[in-house]
C-alpha cells in the first residue's frame, strides 16, 4: 500500500467525506463497528495483559514525523488499545458506576463529533444552546417541580440560568460552591465582592477568620478539590464521622455552631445523595433545617442518586432535595449517557449571576451564551446525548431502570446473607452495597471478642479480601472493586470489602450468583483462608 504522503491533497481528503460507501474510510468505519460489537461480547478484559506491558505500546515520546493512513492507524488502535480496553458493558462488571450503554448512542455520538458545536457561545452552538437550556431544565424540574410560568419565564433568559452543564460531578460540586462563595462574600457597600477584591479582602470585610464546608467522611474526594479550587484550604472541609454511613444533623449543628463560634463562616453544609462508596443518602431534609439555622448554602452532591428522583416509589429516598440551594446530578451515571455530562442545578435562577463573567470577542453582555456562567468555556454539546436518552427512554423508562436496579440490590443483598461464608457489610439504600468473604467459624468468633483480637482477626479478613478481589480482577471473567470503611459493629476500625454498583441493566442473578460462586472459590483455595480456619479459640489468637 505505501506510505501515506505529505501533500495537501492527502490531508483535504482526511477532511472530507468518503465519496461512496465501497470506499476504504467507509470499510474502515465498519470494521470497527464490528470489532467493538466483538468485544463489548468479550470477558471484562479480553486479554490477559499486565499494564507494564500495555505500556510498552504507548512508551514513545516522540512526535510522529510523517502521516500514516487512517486504516493502518485503526488497525493499531485495535491491536494496541481496543484489546486491553475494560469491557465496561460486561454483565459481570459491577465494581464501578461506569456501565452499559444503550446502543443508540453509538449512532448519535457521530452526531455530536460530526456537528463539533462549542457550547461556550451561541454563534458556535445556534441550536445546541436552546436543546442545552431545555435539558437544564427538565432536570430542574426534575428535582424542584417548580410551575409552567416558572420555566417559561426563565427557561431561555439571558438574565437566568437553571444550571450549568459540565463535563462530571467535579466541576458540578466546584461550580455549585462557587456560586455559594461568590453570593456569600458577596458585594456590600463600597466592597465589590469576593470575585473582584479576592479571599483576604473578603474575610477582612466580612471579620471572619475562616470559611468552611461541612460533610461526612463518605463525602466525594471532589469537595476536597473544590475547597482547595475555591481558595478555602482542605483544612476548612469539615468531615465528620458517619458510622452509620450518613451525616448526623445533630452533629452538623453542633459541629457548625462550634466551628463559627471561633470567628468562622460556614459556607455550605453537603448533604450526599447516593454515596460513592455505599449508596447512602444523607438526612437530606433534616440538613436543609441545619443549614437554614446555621445561616450557609445547602448543597446536594446526588451525582450517583440523582436519577432516583425518575422514580415515584423510591424518590422518597431523596426526600428533601427539593429544599436545596444546588444540587448535582450526572447523566453519565445512572441515566446511562457517555462520560462527560454532569450538572448542577440551581434552585434560584438569579444565583449564577454571582459567577457571571463578560468578555469583548465573547460572552458579551446580554447574550445567551452559556460560558457566561460556567467554569469550563470550550464545551461539546453532551447535552444532546441527555436530551436524546430523556425523549427515547422516558421518565417512565428511567424508572423501570431505576427500580430493577435497586431490587437488583437487594437480591444480591439477600443471597450474601444466605451464604454462611459471606458477611454483608452495608445493605443498599440504592444499588451499591458492600460485603466481604469471612469464614462462618470466624463471623461467629468476631463476635465474641474483645475490640483488640478482634481487630486483629480483621486484619487476617482484610488479607483475604484483597487476595481474592486481586486474583478475581486478574482472573478477567467479572470484577467487583474494594474499599475500607468503619462500620457499627466493628467499631472505628475499618474494614475491607467488596463494593458493587448493580446499575447494569444486562446483568442478570444467574451472574451475581456466579460471582458469589468464584469469589468463593478463589477464598478457599487461599493460604489465608487456611490460616483463618487454623483459629478456633480465641486463645490461639496471640499466635495468629
Known sequence: MGEAQVSLKHLFRVFTKPEHKDSKLAQIEEHLSDNILDFLSQHVVTKKTSLEEVEQDFA??????SPEFVSTHAENLLEKLVAHSVNTYSPTFIGHMTSALPYFHLSLAKLLVGLNQNLVKIETSKAFTPLERQVLGMMHNLVYEQNE?????????????????CSGGTVANITALWVARNKILGPQGRFPGVARAGLA?????????NLGVLCSRRGHYSLSKAVDVLGIGRENLITLPCPEQVLDPAQALKQGREYQAQGNKLLAIVGIGGTTETGHVDPLDELADVAKELGCWFHVDAAWGGATLFSKHYRGILKGIERADSVTIDAHKQMYVPMGAGMALFKNPEDANAVRHHAQYILREGSKDLGATTLEGSRNGMAMMVYSSLHILGRRGYELLINQSIEKAKKFAAMIDAHPDFELVTSPTLSIMTYRVCPAAIQAQ?????????????????????NVQKLQRE???????????????????????????????????RDLKAILEEQHAIATRNRVWQELQAVNTAETLDQA
Open 60 to 65: 514513545d515520546a516522540m512526535m510522529p514525523e
Open 149 to 165: 410560568t416558572f420555566y417559561e419565564q426563565y427557561l431561555h433568559s439571558a438574565r437566568h440560568a437553571l444550571g450549568a452543564f
Open 201 to 209: 479582602s473578603a474575610y477582612r470585610h466580612y471579620d471572619i477568620d
Open 446 to 466: 468476631l463476635k465474641m471478642l474483645p475490640q483488640v483480637q478482634a481487630q486483629r482477626l480483621n486484619s487476617k479478613v482484610d488479607r483475604l479480601v484483597v
Open 475 to 509: 482472573a478477567g471473567k467479572s470484577f467487583v472493586s474494594r474499599t475500607r470503611l468503619e462500620c457499627p459493629v466493628y467499631g472505628a476500625y475499618p474494614i475491607t470489602v467488596f463494593r458493587v454498583v448493580l446499575a447494569n441493566p444486562m446483568t442478570k442473578t
